[in-house]
């Protein structure tokens, strides 16, 4: 059964730092694997989908890499803002389309 | 891309009552998908919602306690059934366009019982 974990938990940054919130499963049978934001009240955003056969996708100041073989996965975040306060979740895809989730890091950036 | 409307986006219900929850998507999309996140923990699938047929429900989730319907291909509903103080959460609708694809998601349903 599929496990998907993320580390850490909680992480508070001053503005400015760059920073890696970390993904890792457990079966590397996977189709692909996502990064969300969720914030209060608004549900999941998406930010980066990375296919099985892809390394890595970047958008803006986000970078996100996966290595199969080992099960992981990080998302970098460039020049951390306030506005990136939120909750990150990794979730892993399956051959239905179904997603499976980690617990998320929940990011703070103080000004 | 597609969006998304769901509601409602908060309701408060009394133990033993049903809620309806609704998924509206501006598009027709081939996959729909419901998912439960208890407080504190991550998101879990409840259910694929099939157009035409019934829904398939993952393992801990029953028909009885969370049908679905599925008219069309931009519409679905969610219900909960028989409601317990347990089944506070919130219930989100997914959808994707195609297999191996982007996940889109409403805002979601945050349901109190009490």
């Known amino acids: 059964k599929q496990e998907v974990t993320q580390i850490p938990a909680a992480l508070s940054v001053p503005e400015g730092e760059n920073l890696v919130l970390n993904c890792s499963f457990t079966d590397s049978a996977i189709y692909n694997l996502q990064w969300f934001r969720q914030d209060p009240g608004k549900g999941l955003t998406s930010l980066l989908l990375i296919q099985s056969s892809q390394r890595e996708q970047t958008s803006g100041r986000l970078n996100a890499s996966l290595d199969k073989s080992s099960g992981r996965s990080t998302l970098y975040i460039a020049a951390s803002q306030p506005g990136d306060s939120a909750t990150y979740l990794c979730?892993?895809?399956?051959?239905?389309?179904?997603?499976?989730f980690g617990k998320g890091t929940k990011l703070s950036v103080k000004p | 891309s597609a969006v998304i409307s769901q509601k409602p986006s908060r309701d408060i219900c009394q133990r033993g009552t049903s809620l309806t929850i609704q998924c509206q998507v501006d598009s027709q999309v081939t996959m729909m998908f419901w998912y439960r996140q208890q407080p504190g923990q991550s998101l879990t699938l409840i259910a694929t919602a099939n157009q035409g047929s019934e829904a398939t429900y993952e393992s801990g989730f029953v028909i009885d306690k969370f049908p679905i319907s599925r008219p069309n291909l931009t519409f679905s509903t969610l219900t909960v059934s028989n409601m317990s103080p347990e089944d506070s959460s919130i219930y989100l609708c997914?959808?994707?366009?195609?297999?191996?694809?982007?996940?889109?998601f409403g805002q979601g349903t945050r349901l109190t019982v009490v």
């Open positions: 979730a892993v895809g399956g051959s239905q389309g179904n997603l499976i």
């Open positions: 997914s959808v994707e366009t195609g297999l191996n694809t982007e996940a889109f």
